[in-house]
C-alpha cells in the first residue's frame, strides 16, 4: 500500500500511526555485520539530505520518530555479500517521513548499497504482549555504561520516562505518568553488547518487556514499534519487535 498524507491539524493531538517500510536493497561491497547499522544510516542520511525540510530535522537535536534494523537474511559468517539482495526493515511514526522514504529509498544509491524496491504498512493495533529488541538498545552518558551508576530501576525509570517523553512530543499533550508500562523485564545478553558510534564504541543491551494491558502502556509500546527504545534510534539501535496477546 502507498502512505497517505494525513489532514492532521497543527498543534498536537496526531492519530499515532506506526509506518513500517520493508526495502529490498542491493549490496555493491562487502559490508561485516559491526557496520552494517553504519552503512545503513549513512544511505538513509544521504537521502534525508536531498530534501530541504528532513535535512534540517536529520541535523537539528531531536527526536527522529524513525528507527530501522540490520539487514535481513543473517549472514551466519557475519559478512553480508555484495551482489545480493537484503531487506531492511524501517519503521516511523511521521506519516511524511513515510510517504518520503517510501518515495525516495526505492531509488536512492551510494557506492555500497543501492535500493531496489519498497512495500508500506501499518502496523495494526492488537494487545502487545511482549516486545524484544533486534538491535542493541543505547542509554548515553558522559559516564559510560549506565551500570556502572544505575540501579535496574532507575534504568527502567530511563525507559519509560524516554518513550513518555517522545509520546508528549509527538501528541503535543502530556500524559499522565503514573501507569506501568510493563510487568517484567529480562536482558537477553550475558555481556554489554559493544557497538560502534561515530568515532567511539558503546555499550548496549538487547531487552525483552512483558507489557501491561492498560491503554497508555499499549499505546507507548505500540509508538515503540516505530521509534525505538532509548536512544540513537536513527543509527538503528533500540529497534524491537513485537508478539501480539493470544486470546483463547
Known sequence: MGVQAKNNKDGGNNTLDVYELKLKVYLLKDIAN???LNQISKFIDEALSENGHFLRLHQRNCYKNYTFCSFWPLEKDGVYKSDTIYTVVLRTIDTNLAIYFEKKLKDHFNDTIKGLNCETKIIPKHLIETIYSLTPVLL???RGYWKRYLSISEFEERVKVNLIKKYNVFS????????QLYSTIRFLNRCP??????DIHLLGDK?????????????LIY???????????????GFVNYNWTRRG
Open 223 to 237: 509508538m515503540s514499534l516505530g521509534t525505538g527504545l532509548l536512544e540513537s534510534n536513527a543509527r538503528g539501535y
Open 140 to 142: 548515553k552518558d558522559d
Open 172 to 179: 503535543g499533550e502530556k500524559v499522565n505518568e503514573d501507569f
Open 34 to 36: 559491526k557496520d552494517a
Open 193 to 198: 553488547i559493544k557497538v560502534p558510534y561515530k
Open 207 to 219: 531487552l525483552e518487556l512483558q507489557v501491561a494491558e492498560n491503554p497508555q502502556a499499549q499505546e
